[in-house]
């Protein structure tokens, strides 16, 4: 018989559903258990303890009972480690946000925890909550260190790379390779410039 034990851990809030009239189910991306979801029991009350931490990008401490035999796991704990009130009112910010959130919720599986994907969710909400951030740059940037961390980033090497000219080279969206002389006949010019302005 599985045993259940508490796990207190910090956690980046993917997303949330009510469930009842009171609860809410809560996917979470842990520090030290990766993806999970938790049932938090009556957080919409108006006097719930959960308040605002159970909001998408929130990162926050979380306490849970934890069983593994178990779906859900039962969440009586959570507080903020950072708010983010920044990032929150600004329209462009918040919606870079939710997309990096929907973007691990869909790529990470179920307690696999990646300490480098928690670190890289972090810093990215950090740059979207900074004062003068450059919010533009965040998305791309989350997406290019994301492929790195799961194994499928670009193989861009740089003698290829300083091969391509105003003229001739392509970047491959097939295989993510670099070809300086190669692939031209078959792709459209329109799309041979882009892929060298993308290598510039």
């Not at 998305?139 to 194994?151: D, E, F, K, R, S």
Request: charged fraction near 25%; charge should be positive.
């Amino acid at each position: 018989m599985a045993q259940r034990s508490i796990v207190r851990t910090e956690a980046i809030v993917l997303r949330s559903l009510d469930y009842g009239e009171t609860s809410q189910i809560v996917t979470l991306y842990t520090r030290e258990k990766g993806k999970l979801g938790v049932m938090a029991k009556g957080a919409r009350r108006p006097k719930s303890s959960f308040g605002a931490t159970l909001q998408p990008m929130a990162y926050t401490q979380v306490v849970f009972y934890y069983k593994p035999t178990r779906t859900l796991q039962t969440l009586s704990e959570s507080s903020h480690v950072e708010s983010f009130h920044r990032l929150r009112r600004n329209l462009t910010s918040i919606t870079v946000g939710f997309r990096i959130v929907e973007l691990v919720d869909a790529l990470m599986e179920t307690e696999d925890a990646q300490p480098e994907v928690f670190a890289l969710l972090v810093h990215a909400l950090r740059r979207l909550d900074a004062r003068e951030a450059r919010v533009s740059n965040v998305w791309p940037y989350v997406q290019l260190q994301l492929a790195q961390i799961l194994g499928v980033a670009p193989a861009v090497r740089r003698d290829r790379v300083e091969a391509v000219t105003e003229e001739e080279g392509l970047l491959s969206l097939v295989d993510g390779g670099v070809y300086p002389d190669g692939g031209r006949d078959a792709v459209p010019e329109e799309s041979c410039r882009a892929s060298r302005a993308a290598l510039r």
